[in-house]
Nanobody, 129 residues
Framework: QVQLQESGGGSVQSGGSLRLSCAGN????????MAWFRQVTGKEREAVAA???????TYLDSVKDRFNISRDKKLDTVYLEMNNLKPEDTAMYYC???????????????????????WGQGTQVTVSS
């Protein structure tokens, strides 16, 4: 059974940093796109960052130059390093995988929710001003 487990969330002040991790078992993710999404209650889930099978990363415009996604293929783990956090980054963060090797499409670099078969339970990130 494929399981994804996020960790690393927490509460920080504006300008602080957090590093999220997503580890999986029972599945080799190296051939697939892995992504981080976030969701605020009452709003749609949005893709924040994604990394494809060739380790090419794409980001939501609002997090570019602040967030960095990386993966360790040997450990089947994906990371999201978040720096200079802002209150608007407050959300539940989810990792996802199990779709296809590429992450985006020619008209949109970030993936959609329906691109992924497997999701973690989420980890809360709260940024106070």
């Amino acid at each position: 059974q494929v399981q994804l487990q996020e960790s690393g969330g927490g509460s920080v002040q504006s300008g602080g940093s957090l590093r999220l991790s997503c580890a999986g078992n029972g599945y080799s993710y190296s051939r697939y796109c892995m992504a981080w999404f976030r969701q605020v209650t009452g709003k749609e889930r949005e893709a924040v960052a994604a990394i494809d099978s060739d380790d090419i990363a794409t980001y939501l415009d609002s997090v570019k130059d602040r967030f960095n996604i990386s993966r360790d293929k040997k450990l089947d783990t994906v990371y999201l390093e978040m720096n200079n956090l802002k209150p608007e980054d407050t959300a539940m963060y989810y990792c996802a995988t199990g779709g296809r090797p590429g992450c985006g499409r020619w008209y949109k670099p970030l993936p959609e929710e329906y691109d992924f078969a497997y999701w973690g339970q989420g980890t809360q990130v709260t940024v106070s001003s």
